[in-house]
């Protein structure tokens, strides 16, 4: 980043840190993509809180900015099944922020499955959840309560913008990929799992270079909407996948499990949006398919008469490259800044929630101020 460009972030978000100033003194712990554009936001968190840890999802980790984060932050490795134990989660707030107020900055649903422990049994305060992410809102939603707020930007309108240009990002690394193998993707028949926005975008972006696409969601609605534009739909998994030599996944909530995958054809490359564990069952996989790594980022899935491409070790196929969306990463990141700052007001009840449309607007008012030209 250009010192010129650094210098306009940091301004930017210390106008948002001045329109959504902090309540009392917090603690946050920071589940974050650790990429190039990342220090300024953790930098803009520890200007309105105290950031006890920095937790980087591990296959989104840019190692210089790694290094740089780590000589300013307490860096903690992130490991879901570690947060699905409760004793241990309530071990490690305890050591990590013990009696203080926290907010937990979520991507993913991390902390889902141990919030009501934390919340009852820790000596501080939980003072609420920021989930920036389509597959954790799905989490803390399903839980029969929430024991403080949650406040999701998952479904915002600012990110609409990110969305729109993270799959256009998932196509791009994908053309890459398979590129890098002597193979292209132009003409094939394509299969997107899920058309939420990422997903729509996926298709759209696949559909603009020259692909076949069918769409298949479990949400008929969703199904009705991809169909109202143009693509094919399949009402199963199994239809979807039959004459797909492509598969991206964009559920966020598992998108194939062990018995999918033999419905893959020959030499079908598979990739996904999210985390693998989030998207694709590989693990079951193990000791049934042979793994055979045909490049860094393509591994070869091999049983008897079958055999199939994944892409990235199935975690999010932009991160290869980085997964740049520009500026419009800044909105998203604001919100989530505005929303902390509201969580440490007490502004709200538990349950579920969404930032107010007039703070929307005033985020999106100082970004035009900023990156408008």
Same mark, same amino acid.
């Given at each position: 980043?250009?010192?010129?460009?650094?210098?306009? %972030?940091?301004?930017? @978000?210390?106008?948002?840190?001045?329109?959504? *100033?902090?309540? $009392?003194?917090?603690?946050? %712990?920071?589940?974050?993509?650790?990429?190039? $554009?990342? *220090?300024? @936001?953790?930098? !803009?968190?520890?200007?309105?809180?105290?950031?006890?840890?920095?937790?980087?999802?591990?296959?989104?980790? &840019?190692?210089?900015?790694?290094? #740089?984060?780590?000589?300013?932050?307490?860096?903690? &490795?992130?490991?879901?099944?570690? @947060?699905?134990?409760?004793?241990?989660?309530?071990?490690?707030?305890?050591?990590?922020?013990?009696?203080?107020?926290?907010?937990?900055?979520?991507?993913?649903?991390? +902390?889902? *499955?141990?919030?009501?422990?934390?919340?009852?049994? +820790?000596?501080?305060?939980? %003072?609420?959840?920021?989930?920036?992410?389509?597959?954790?809102?799905?989490?803390?939603?399903?839980?029969?309560?929430?024991?403080?707020?949650?406040?999701?930007? !998952?479904?915002?309108?600012?990110? &609409?913008?990110?969305?729109?240009?993270?799959?256009?990002?998932?196509?791009?690394?994908?053309?890459?990929?398979?590129?890098?193998?002597?193979?292209?993707?132009?003409?094939?028949?394509?299969?997107?799992?899920?058309?939420? #926005?990422?997903?729509?975008?996926?298709?759209?972006?696949?559909?603009?270079?020259?692909?076949?696409?069918?769409?298949? &969601?479990?949400?008929?609605? #969703?199904?009705?909407?991809?169909?109202?534009?143009?693509?094919?739909?399949?009402?199963?998994?199994?239809?979807?996948?039959? $004459?797909?030599?492509?598969?991206?996944? !964009?559920?966020?909530?598992?998108?194939?499990?062990?018995?999918?995958?033999?419905?893959?054809?020959?030499?079908?490359?598979?990739?996904?949006?999210?985390?693998?564990?989030?998207?694709?069952?590989?693990?079951?996989?193990?000791?049934?398919? #042979?793994?055979? *790594?045909?490049?860094?980022?393509?591994?070869?899935?091999?049983?008897?008469?079958?055999? @199939?491409?994944?892409?990235?070790?199935?975690?999010?196929?932009? +991160?290869?490259?980085?997964?740049?969306?520009?500026?419009?990463?800044? %909105?998203?990141?604001?919100?989530?800044?505005? !929303?902390?700052?509201?969580?440490?007001?007490?502004r709200f009840q538990s349950g579920l929630h969404e930032m107010a449309a007039p703070d929307r607007q005033a985020i999106a008012r100082i970004w035009f101020d900023f990156f408008d030209r």
């Open positions: 980043m250009e010192s010129l460009e650094r210098a306009r %972030l940091e301004a930017f @978000f210390r106008q948002i840190t001045t329109r959504f *100033p902090a309540g $009392e003194h917090v603690t946050t %712990l920071i589940i974050t993509h650790l990429l190039s $554009e990342r *220090p300024a @936001f953790l930098r !803009a968190m520890a200007a309105t809180s105290t950031v006890g840890a920095v937790l980087p999802k591990p296959r989104s980790v &840019d190692q210089p900015t790694l290094e #740089k984060v780590r000589r300013a932050f307490t860096i903690h &490795d992130l490991n879901r099944e570690l @947060f699905a134990d409760s004793t241990w989660a309530l071990e490690y707030l305890e050591d990590t922020a013990g009696g203080r107020n926290v907010i937990l900055i979520d991507i993913g649903g991390y +902390f889902a *499955p141990c919030l009501d422990t934390l919340v009852e049994k +820790f000596s501080g305060r939980v %003072l609420g959840v920021v989930e920036d992410t389509e597959n954790g809102h799905q989490r803390y939603a399903a839980l029969d309560r929430l024991p403080c707020p949650v406040v999701s930007v !998952a479904r915002s309108p600012l990110k &609409d913008c990110e969305d729109h240009l993270v799959g256009r990002s998932i196509v791009f690394s994908t053309d890459a990929l398979v590129r890098a193998r002597g193979d292209i993707l132009t003409s094939r028949n394509a299969c997107v799992i899920g058309f939420g #926005k990422v997903g729509r975008a996926i298709a759209q972006t696949l559909r603009a270079q020259d692909l076949r696409v069918t769409v298949h &969601d479990t949400d008929p609605v #969703k199904r009705v909407q991809a169909h109202s534009q143009g693509f094919r739909t399949s009402a199963s998994t199994a239809e979807a996948l039959r $004459e797909a030599e492509l598969v991206l996944c !964009a559920t966020g909530n598992l998108a194939l499990r062990q018995g999918d995958f033999s419905a893959l054809r020959n030499g079908a490359y598979l990739a996904s949006v999210t985390s693998s564990e989030d998207e694709l069952e590989l693990g079951s996989l193990h000791g049934l398919y #042979k793994r055979t *790594p045909v490049s860094e980022h393509l591994t070869r899935y091999e049983i008897t008469g079958h055999y @199939f491409y994944v892409l990235a070790d199935g975690g999010a196929v932009n +991160f290869v490259h980085g997964a740049a969306v520009g500026s419009y990463i800044h %909105l998203v990141q604001a919100e989530i800044l505005a !929303a902390t700052a509201a969580l440490s007001h007490g």
